[in-house]
């Protein structure tokens, strides 16, 4: 069925946009977007017939209602100028700056990426890409809105094609809009899920709704009225509007046995009032008049929802039996409500302490996240997503009562790293509602938390079995990978002393000033610690150093010829490199970034200066003409991923990259970096991946090669 489309003029949006961008750089700046855009998408039509440019206007639109700033509203008009404009990454730079760029080269990859199927794995993949993509929060924004004006305009495109949209939106765009709070993209997307994909369903409750519409609006005001009354005649200053309950409200009701005719609360009335005091003394007044229904009174200001949603609840009895739930809040908290992480930038700097303190834990939820998406396999990766971003949250207090928002499951650990890494840190102890527990003690909603910590405490590695928050298991990782560079920083430094006894020199002749300065000049260091951290860890031999320092005309390269050349065991024993050097087990082994070679690759060594033997690929073209090749082999025992790079030349097809990943998860193969280049008639995706082992790697490239879009898949070389 065709419905009327929208159509946004500039000036209009304009118009909005003014009253909260007063800065006249600023709107040049979006005019010049807005003119950008409407150049490229010159002549361009879309599905439901209207000029192009009038999407981007739209989702500009729906972000100025955010009251989102002026480089999210640039960036807003500018998304689709890559896919749909035939706009290079340069040109934007060069017009709008490298931020703005970014932005809009993520949401186009973005919106290159849809569900291949009707399947969970799809959209856990696809939820992974989106979020992993997402280092900005405002390109998630600017994804909502595309996605909200779309569905808007979903009755343009065939049935199938509208399953997969609205099984997009259901499964992922819905969820990640509840945990940023923007509560009005996300109930209008709920409407129009449920108005395309179950339409009889819709049309049933809009119906019975449309029957007793005019009662319900009858009772609205009534209530509206008495309400006022009762608030004017104790001097509050106050605005009271009405609605009746959306379509989708009440059809998961409806959809948990209820009836439509003993739904008594699809009537509401909110309250806005300038402060929290207020909020108070209203509910005090509006219970003094009508009894509330018992159980039905929730806190939502002392306690927010995990969506920073923060208001009094209150059901009260009404006429005909209807009860009416009324919701009381300030004007700031009314704008968090809606518009959730967004308001954040509208309120950073007059907000009240508390909802700041809770969108600045959801900011780090969501960097944390972030940062670990490099470092995580695809099953780690969608459990973390699933358990620490889109799940329900739990709400813990400080002994001072400071809210602490955490996922399910999780720790005192996590509540002690969610506090500052320091108090993590030192955590000796931890007491529940006054009661000691053990630190793998689950949390639970509304507990009271005190943490014991000790000056002279540190984490402990088995933390790492039972926190829950990816911010404590990054903490915890983190000290550990500093003891560890402390270590070799110490075995740097005793190895050097050590070789300079051995040679009979003096230790404070060798390492003074005039040398150190020196040797940290040739080896580009910062600090005689970070010196002594290349010894530690191999980078350098003690002996090429005091070479460095001494002017001994045998090079560390010819040392270590000296002792591999004319070797050839390379029995695997005794050996903690993942490849075996003949001659030798304690020399630094680097496997070269040239050709990255994988374990079951053939493989040549030959020494270089500084950093041991260097291994390639024996196809490698930066070996061929070397003439001081020594004999390695890999080492049996080693269970280590190695990274390697392919790239994978294709048509043009919208969900290359989405079955590229899917092709991946089934071979033990874990995508760590991606890189897409389009062209006029075929695009090319450089991957870096980590796998186990060749056989791994050459079953991935025979699945790649067997789609119908790649042409060609080659292991690059550099």
Request: net charge neutral.
């Amino acid at each position: 069925m065709q419905e009327k489309t929208e159509i946004i003029k500039y000036e209009d949006l304009e118009n909005k946009i003014k009253k909260f961008i007063k800065d006249e750089d600023e709107l040049k700046e979006i005019k010049k977007a807005y003119l950008f855009a409407k150049d490229k998408h010159k002549g361009k039509k879309r599905a439901s017939g209207e000029d192009f440019i009038n999407h981007p206007l739209n989702v500009a639109n729906i972000l100025v209602d955010l009251n989102v700033g002026s480089q999210t509203i640039i960036a807003a008009l500018l998304h689709e100028v890559i896919n749909h404009g035939n706009t290079k990454e340069e040109e934007l730079k060069e017009e709008f700056g490298e931020e703005i760029a970014n932005i809009v080269l993520t949401v186009s990859k973005i919106n290159k990426l849809t569900l291949n199927d009707d399947s969970e794995s799809s959209a856990i993949y696809l939820r992974k890409v989106l979020v992993g993509l997402a280092s900005d929060v405002r390109v998630l924004f600017i994804k909502l809105a595309d996605r909200l004006h779309n569905m808007r305009t979903i009755w343009a495109i065939s049935t199938e094609n509208q399953k997969l949209k609205i099984r997009e939106t259901e499964t992922v765009l819905i969820p990640i809009a509840h945990r940023l709070g923007i509560n009005s993209i996300k109930s209008e997307l709920e409407n129009l899920c449920l108005k395309y994909s179950k339409p009889e369903i819709y049309q049933d409750v809009l119906d019975q709704l449309n029957d007793s519409l005019e009662d319900l609006n009858a009772y609205l005001q009534e209530m509206k009225e008495s309400i006022s009354e009762i608030l004017s005649e104790n001097g509050i200053k106050f605005e009271i509007k009405g609605r009746v309950k959306s379509v989708h409200s009440i059809y998961k009701k409806l959809s948990k046995g209820k009836k439509f005719k003993d739904i008594h609360d699809v009537l509401a009335l909110r309250v806005f009032v300038d402060s929290v005091s207020d909020c108070y003394l209203v509910v005090g007044l509006i219970h003094a008049k009508y009894r509330p229904v018992p159980g039905r009174f929730k806190d939502y200001i002392a306690m927010p929802k995990e969506n920073m949603y923060q208001s009094l609840h209150t059901t009260i009895f009404g006429r005909n039996s209807y009860h009416f739930e009324v919701q009381i809040r300030t004007y700031e908290m009314d704008e968090i409500a809606e518009k959730g992480m967004a308001a954040h930038w509208t309120y950073k700097e007059k907000g009240t302490v508390k909802i700041q303190k809770l969108m600045e834990q959801k900011l780090e939820m969501f960097r944390n996240l972030i940062e670990s998406n490099n470092k995580a396999s695809d099953t780690d990766f969608a459990h973390e997503v699933n358990n620490e971003f889109l799940s329900p949250m739990i709400y813990v207090f400080t002994p001072k009562g400071d809210v602490v928002e955490l996922p399910n499951g999780a720790t005192p650990i996590d509540f002690a790293y969610r506090i500052h890494s320091a108090v993590g840190d030192k955590t000796v102890g931890a007491i529940v509602n006054e009661k000691i527990v053990p630190l793998d003690y689950q949390l639970a909603d509304k507990d009271i938390v005190k943490i014991n910590t000790s000056n002279t405490s540190s984490p402990s590695l088995e933390w790492l079995n039972f926190v829950k928050t990816t911010q404590a298991k990054n903490k915890i990782k983190a000290y550990f990978s500093k003891q560890d560079k402390a270590n070799y920083i110490q075995k740097g430094k005793t190895l050097i002393e050590k070789e300079i006894r051995k040679k009979k020199l003096s230790i404070n002749e060798i390492l003074n000033d005039e040398n150190i300065d020196k040797v940290l000049k040739e080896l580009k260091l910062k600090d005689l610690d970070e010196l002594y951290l290349t010894i530690g860890s191999l980078r350098y031999t003690p002996t090429y150093i005091i070479n460095l320092i001494t002017q001994d005309k045998k090079s560390v390269s010819d040392i270590l010829i000296d002792k591999v050349m004319n070797k050839t065991d390379i029995s695997k024993n005794n050996h903690n490199n993942d490849v075996i050097v003949a001659g030798t087990n304690d020399i630094k082994v680097t496997l070269a970034k040239c050709c990255k070679p994988v374990f079951g690759d053939e493989i040549v060594g030959f020494v270089t200066k500084g950093l041991g033997v260097s291994i390639h690929r024996k196809d490698c073209k930066n070996v061929a003409t070397n003439k001081r090749l020594i004999d390695v082999a890999w080492n049996t025992e080693s269970e280590k991923s190695y990274l390697t790079d392919l790239k994978i030349e294709t048509i043009i097809e919208k969900n290359a990259l989405l079955e590229i990943i899917t092709k991946a998860s089934v071979r033990n193969v874990y995508i760590d970096a991606i890189k897409n280049h389009d062209y006029d008639t075929y695009s090319v995706f450089d991957l870096t991946l980590k796998v186990k082992k060749k056989d791994d790697l050459d079953k991935f490239i025979t699945d790649l090669e067997n789609l119908s879009f790649v042409k060609q898949v080659t292991r690059s070389i550099k």
